[in-house]
């Protein structure tokens, strides 16, 4: 679980995290969402964010969906 805030009634989930930046193209928007989210969570200081974009979907061997098998 995405820990934001610090009561448990206020954490956020990673789902939740996926889902409410998701729709947001630009990463540092999204990272900026999550950090208000944080704050207004009670998170007073020490928030850090990282968003990570996975642009394509790989199969777990090293190859995307998209490559053609040989």
Known sequence: MLKLGIHPSRLLCAQEA???VKPILDSEQ????LLLEASQ???ADNITCVVVRFLEQS???GRTANDQTS
């Open 59 to 61: 199969n777990g061997l």
């Open 30 to 33: 999204a990272a900026k969402r």
């Open 18 to 20: 996926v889902a409410m």
């Open 41 to 43: 969570r009670g998170s």
